[in-house]
């Protein structure tokens, strides 16, 4: 049904990193998610009534959150949509993770309700009646939510979207919470062993965990997290296309919000080639990433030697004696200025986070092998870098 209307209303549905369309997906989605869990609230509470189940009508209600979520998405996502002011000149894309963190809010706020409800129903048990009807509405919700979890999820996934994420964790979780609820009515139908308060407090655990996960998902975004690989590797892919350019380092990602990322780069160029055209080149990759992955793009070059025996042979022996003290470090910037007493070797280090030697003792092992491999009259100047991404 969602691939159908995705159709007929989105004309370029396959430009995930255009605002527009993005907005277009998520107003869409949020609609039918509207629609879907106002009929599931209908239904579950007419079952609730029914059946004086209290898991049931706690599950109906839960289905009434989602519907509020669903709200919060389609808001979320209009308001994220909007274009670039005076006030926001990076857009408003990060709306779209408060969206997402505004409906992981609503999931643990009902996860607590509804552990509260289940424990009161334990102290005081009643029992439960249960039919046809409230049988097969129960097996209809749960197909429902399932393709409610799949549309998100797979929509998400293309858009790299955190609130679809969540609504899609948030709609499986559902589907565990109402396959419990029907066991429990079963075993209270054919047992007499009333179960009910007891399946509460499993689905108010399960939809818990969703909430906690979805915060999870919509958080890291907002508080600054590493670029996915793909999009890493597309980056190294243009750039070091040209064959003037002999590396990449320092390489930034920010995130405004989808479709909204500024990523600045330095890259190596050979400093003995003309710097006019050098320029024109790194002009050249900064146009081809903004038109192929749709961010803003700032080069810095950074020259290097790269037809000087002597200093060539330099930097590898540095690169060989940083590569044995951990496989993980990598070196740039490799520069070597020669005095009449000593010759310093100027380069940077990136080092991981929680790496297993500080910088400092990393820079004094550096220095000490140096002096015993290369020579007592060079010295190191070491810069050391985190490393950014993955």
Same mark, same amino acid.
């Given at each position: 049904?969602?691939?159908?209307?995705?159709?007929? !209303?989105?004309?370029?549905?396959?430009?995930?990193?255009?605002?527009?369309?993005?907005?277009?997906?998520?107003?869409?989605?949020?609609?039918?998610?509207?629609?879907?869990?106002?009929?599931?609230?209908?239904?579950?509470?007419?079952?609730?009534?029914?059946?004086?189940?209290?898991?049931?009508?706690?599950?109906?209600?839960?289905?009434?959150?989602?519907?509020?979520?669903?709200?919060?998405?389609?808001?979320?996502?209009?308001?994220?949509? +909007?274009?670039?002011?005076?006030?926001?000149?990076?857009?408003?894309?990060?709306?779209?993770?408060?969206?997402?963190?505004?409906?992981?809010?609503?999931?643990?706020?009902?996860?607590?309700?509804?552990?509260?409800?289940?424990?009161?129903?334990?102290?005081?048990?009643?029992?439960?009646? !249960?039919?046809?009807?409230?049988?097969?509405?129960?097996?209809?919700?749960?197909?429902?939510?399932?393709?409610? +979890?799949?549309?998100?999820?797979?929509?998400?996934?293309?858009?790299?979207?955190?609130?679809?994420?969540?609504?899609?964790?948030?709609?499986?979780?559902?589907?565990?919470?109402?396959?419990?609820?029907?066991?429990?009515?079963?075993?209270?139908?054919?047992?007499?062993?009333?179960?009910?308060?007891?399946?509460?407090?499993?689905?108010?655990?399960?939809? !818990?965990?969703?909430?906690?996960? #979805? +915060?999870?998902?919509?958080?890291? $975004?907002?508080?600054?997290?590493? $670029?996915?690989?793909? !999009?890493?590797?597309?980056?190294?892919?243009?750039?070091? #296309?040209?064959?003037?350019?002999?590396?990449?380092?320092?390489?930034?990602?920010?995130?405004?919000? $989808?479709?909204?990322?500024?990523?600045?780069?330095?890259?190596?160029? $050979? #400093?003995?080639?003309?710097?006019?055209?050098?320029?024109?080149?790194?002009?050249?990759?900064?146009?081809?990433?903004?038109?192929?992955?749709?961010?803003?793009?700032?080069?810095?070059?950074?020259?290097?030697?790269?037809?000087?025996?002597?200093?060539?042979?330099?930097?590898?022996?540095?690169?060989?004696?940083?590569?044995?003290?951990?496989?993980?470090?990598?070196?740039?910037?490799?520069?070597?200025?020669?005095?009449?007493?000593?010759?310093?070797?100027?380069?940077?280090?990136?080092?991981?986070?929680?790496?297993?030697?500080?910088?400092?003792?990393?820079?004094?092992?550096?220095?000490?092998?140096?002096?015993?491999?290369?020579?007592?009259?060079?010295?190191?100047?070491?810069?050391?870098?985190? +490393?950014?991404?993955?």
């Amino acid at each position: 049904m969602v691939t159908l209307l995705v159709n007929l !209303f989105i004309q370029e549905k396959e430009d995930v990193q255009n605002p527009q369309v993005r907005q277009q997906y998520g107003m869409l989605c949020g609609l039918v998610g509207i629609i879907l869990n106002i009929l599931l609230f209908l239904g579950k509470f007419l079952a609730g009534l029914m059946s004086h189940s209290i898991s049931i009508t706690a599950d109906a209600f839960n289905n009434l959150s989602d519907a509020g979520s669903s709200c919060v998405t389609l808001v979320g996502f209009k308001m994220a949509g +909007a274009k670039p002011d005076v006030d926001h000149p990076f857009g408003h894309g990060r709306i779209e993770y408060i969206a997402g963190l505004i409906v992981s809010g609503a999931i643990l706020v009902m996860a607590f309700e509804l552990v509260k409800g289940s424990v009161e129903k334990i102290l005081k048990p009643e029992p439960v009646e !249960f039919n046809l009807l409230v049988f097969w509405i129960l097996l209809a919700s749960i197909f429902v939510k399932f393709y409610m +979890a799949f549309y998100n999820y797979k929509i998400g996934k293309k858009l790299t979207s955190a609130a679809m994420r969540a609504t899609a964790i948030d709609s499986l979780s559902d589907t565990c919470a109402t396959t419990v609820v029907l066991v429990g009515a079963l075993v209270g139908r054919f047992t007499g062993v009333q179960i009910d308060g007891w399946c509460g407090v499993l689905v108010g655990l399960f939809i !818990f965990y969703a909430g906690i996960s #979805a +915060a999870k998902d919509t958080l890291n $975004p907002l508080l600054g997290q590493p $670029p996915e690989e793909e !999009f890493v590797c597309k980056i190294e892919e243009i750039v070091l #296309a040209y064959e003037e350019i002999c590396g990449i380092h320092d390489l930034l990602v920010h995130d405004y919000g $989808p479709g909204r990322r500024m990523i600045s780069l330095h890259v190596e160029v $050979p #400093a003995e080639g003309n710097i006019l055209l050098l320029h024109d080149v790194v002009d050249n990759a900064e146009m081809e990433l903004r038109k192929n992955l749709n961010c803003e793009a700032v080069i810095h070059m950074d020259p290097v030697v790269t037809q000087d025996a002597y200093v060539l042979e330099l930097k590898s022996k540095i690169e060989d004696l940083i590569k044995e003290i951990d496989s993980v470090l990598t070196m740039h910037d490799f520069r070597v200025v020669a005095g009449q007493t000593h010759t310093n070797l100027i380069f940077d280090v990136v080092v991981p986070y929680k790496f297993h030697i500080s910088d400092e003792a990393l820079s004094e092992r550096i220095q000490r092998q140096v002096g015993i491999r290369i020579g007592e009259n060079y010295f190191v100047v070491i810069q050391v870098d985190k +490393a950014y991404i993955k």
